[in-house]
């Protein structure tokens, strides 16, 4: 319950930005700081239990969406994010991985400035105690990382396969600089997963200038011309409006940032006449650009019994590229302990071999039906949209059958299930791939940066048009970073925290 009228700054979405920024912003104890966000302060307790984290989208602490059908499959996608605090970092698969730096090279492409990858070292730095210690690692940062101490002996038989198809060793494979395969950092302490609440906001409860609201869904955002100067929101069964002597900054994610602006009359003008929304502000990149990470998986059979998991389930991973011309790696090869659910037959006891183009070309959108904040969002991904990500996906498979084939998983007496060994032309397994493939969870995009037409947010976050409004989560990001995204939005929202104090 806020106890305050009037705040510096007000933040939308308690996730993995809102969290850093609740915290940044109000160790200025001159700054009066507001965190508004849709679930819950009390999340399931699988939640702390890193193996559990598969079953934590479809509890209480996540939103349940689903994208429209998708071309290859014909069928939606499940796509998770999460809606509590701590939102996607709470039920995350706590892999923690800078981008390659190659994949930060086009975040200028439309002319945003100062997001290199050199840019954001210092934040990416500033976010993190790298328990391994390698060079260009933080040592003095909330989040404490490092890879699984005993990775499950499965996941090390691959790695071993890995180096014996020819693949390089990497070092540090979280660090943004390597390629190869290697363990990588995990958000897990002593056990527990380490949420952006946990090592960010817990610790700041305590100050007098920061006010969390909770169950709180904003409804729209306010406006005094084109001053923003606050939101609505209801709390309790009450709409309240909170008002915002400073900054609104958006951290409700790729989707709820994008869905805010879009309601409050903030896009491209004919989504918004369609969705019978007065148009406020015309901006018409809002909602476009979404791109996000497919995945796919070979499950597979094992006649040796796998140890039951003890981390995240993907201890192991790399990073390659599907041709040598490739610009940077832009595929990745994950490790996985469990045999995922597969179309072909059920399998009780195996692993998976997941692989995801990293670049991907493919563009969607985010839409609307209506200024109803609780009507859900229209979610298109467009995966496989793009004939590259198809060649990217192939090249990976045909990287991670290599890897199965090696004689260091020989004695673990495996058969792939699925796709199976009926799949062996490059139509059979890019059909396969494009009909059963799954969200990574990575999507990105929405409110992209840049300084042209269709940037939403300039280079320093600000909304183009209007004024005291930023956005600061996973939406900003112009292209896909090549690894899982958590550890560039962190890195993203700590230097909006500079940003935003004028540092
Ligand atoms: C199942 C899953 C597994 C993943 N695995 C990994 C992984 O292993 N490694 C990795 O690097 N990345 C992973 N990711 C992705 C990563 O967690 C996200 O990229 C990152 O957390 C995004 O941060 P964010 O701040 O942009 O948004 P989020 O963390 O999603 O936060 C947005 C918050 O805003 C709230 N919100 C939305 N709308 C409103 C509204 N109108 N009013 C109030 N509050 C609102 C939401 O409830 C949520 O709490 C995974 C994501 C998921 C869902």
Known sequence: MSSLSVYDYILVGAGTAGCVLADRLSQDENARVLLVEAGS????????????????????????????????????????????LGGSSAINAMVFAR?????????????????????????????????SGATGRGSNGPLFVAPAAEPNEVLLACLNGAVEAGHRRAFDISGGLEEGFAPVDLNIVAGRRQSAADAYLTPALKRHNLDVVTDAVVHRLVFDGTRCTGVEYRAQGQVRTAAAAG???LTAGTVGSAQLLLRSGIGPERDLRRAQVDVFHALPGVGQNLHDHPRANL?????????????????????????????????????????????????????????????????GTLRITSADPYAPPVIDPNYFSEEQDVQAVLSGITAARRIAWSSALAEWGIEEVSPGLSAVDRQSISDHARRYFGSYCHPV?????????????????????????????????PSIPSNNTNATVYAIAEKAADLLRGA
């Open 41 to 84: 302060a009390t999340l399931p307790d699988a939640v702390t239990h890193p193996p559990a984290w598969p079953a934590l989208a479809a509890s209480a602490a996540g939103w349940g969406d689903v994208t429209v059908a998708q071309r290859g499959s014909g069928a939606p996608v499940a796509f998770p994010r999460g809606k509590g």
């Open 445 to 477: 995009g929405t409110c992209m940066m840049g300084e042209d037409e269709v940037s939403v947010v300039d280079s320093a976050l600000r909304v183009r048009g209007l004024d005291g409004l930023r956005v600061a989560d996973a939406a900003v990001i």
């Open 299 to 363: 499950v597979y059979r094992a006649q040796r019994l796998v140890p039951a998991a003890r981390n995240n389930h993907g201890e192991i991973l790399g990073l390659l590229r599907s041709a040598p011309e490739a610009d940077g790696p832009d595929v990745q090869i994950i490790f996985i302990d469990i045999p995922v659910p597969n179309p072909v037959a059920p399998v009780e006891n195996g692993f998976t071999i997941g692989v995801s183009p990293l670049r991907p070309a493919s563009r």
């Open 99 to 131: 981008g390659h730096h190659t994949s930060y090279e086009s975040w200028g492409d439309h002319g945003a400035k100062g997001w290199t990858f050199e840019d954001l070292l210092p934040y990416f730095q500033r976010s993190e105690t790298a328990v």
């Open 247 to 249: 900054e609104v900054v």
